[in-house]
């Protein structure tokens, strides 16, 4: 079965400086892996997708993520925090259920605060 | 825009009063689902629609029901809503574009903004 932990469950950092949230996975096969951000009181945006393409994946407002089967890892990073970045990331990895769907499992989701 | 619609925002209800949450979508996504997401946690699928084929999962109770009439709308309903109900209910939807036969779980999910609700 899949799986999926956030290492860190609140990330701190100054406005301008780079983001990592931290994601590792397990996975019998080839899996499909999604960062998905949400602000307070609202639904789940998809930042980033990947889906054995290429492995670093650029996504909305500046995020990418960068596939490691060897460490099993697919971290998120931003080169310089905004104010607006502050919110809930959940990583997800999809797991293909024997007769049709693909079930998201998240991990616990990852707390981002941007200070100025 | 196409996108996922869930109405309403804020839902408040009494305790053990029925309750009816919708969502709709203007993308022609033939998959549907609905998650719980309570303070602080992660999203916790209930059940999905696959076309008209209903799947619930093996954990949710089987206080909530849900109905999808045509491929626009899907509705979720808590029978009798209890204090511990009260959560974020997101709905999302999914493109097969694979095939029920071929799918790779690759199809990303598209969420709507939510109904927060409320359980006096």
């Known amino acids: 079965a899949q799986s999926v932990t956030q290492l860190d469950s609140h990330v701190s950092v100054s406005e301008g400086t780079p983001v990592l949230l931290r994601c590792n996975y397990s996975?019998?096969?080839?899996?499909?892996l999604f960062w998905y951000v949400q602000h307070p009181n609202k639904g789940l945006q998809l930042l980033l997708k990947?889906?054995?393409?290429?492995?670093l994946v650029k996504g909305i407002n500046g995020f990418e993520a960068e596939f490691k089967k060897s460490e099993t890892s697919f971290h998120l990073t931003k080169p310089s925090a905004h104010m607006s970045d502050a919110a809930e990331y959940f990583c997800?990895?999809?797991?293909?259920?024997?007769?049709?769907?693909?079930?998201?499992?998240f991990g616990a989701g990852t707390r981002l605060a941007v200070h100025p | 825009d196409a996108m996922v619609i869930q109405n309403p925002r804020y839902q408040v209800t009494q305790f053990g009063k029925p309750v009816t949450l919708s969502c709709s979508q203007t993308l022609n996504h033939n998959v549907m689902y609905w998650y719980q997401q309570k303070s602080s946690q992660a999203p916790k699928l209930l059940f999905h629609?696959?076309?008209?084929?209903?799947?619930n999962e093996a954990d949710t109770p089987d206080n909530f029901q849900s109905r999808r009439p045509n491929t626009s709308f899907c509705f979720l309903d808590i029978r009798s809503p209890g204090l511990g109900d009260a959560a974020m209910y997101l709905c999302?939807?999914?493109?097969?574009?694979?095939?029920?036969?071929?799918?790779?779980?690759?199809?990303?999910?598209?969420f709507g903004p939510g109904t927060r609700l409320t359980v006096l």
């Open positions: 990947y889906t054995s393409a290429a492995t």
């Open positions: 999302a939807t999914s493109r097969d574009s694979a095939g029920r036969a071929n799918r790779r779980g690759t199809d990303t999910q598209y």
């Open positions: 997800v990895v999809s797991d293909l259920i024997s007769g049709g769907y693909n079930k998201l499992i």
């Open positions: 996975s019998s096969y080839s899996p499909s």
């Open positions: 629609y696959y076309d008209k084929d209903f799947n």
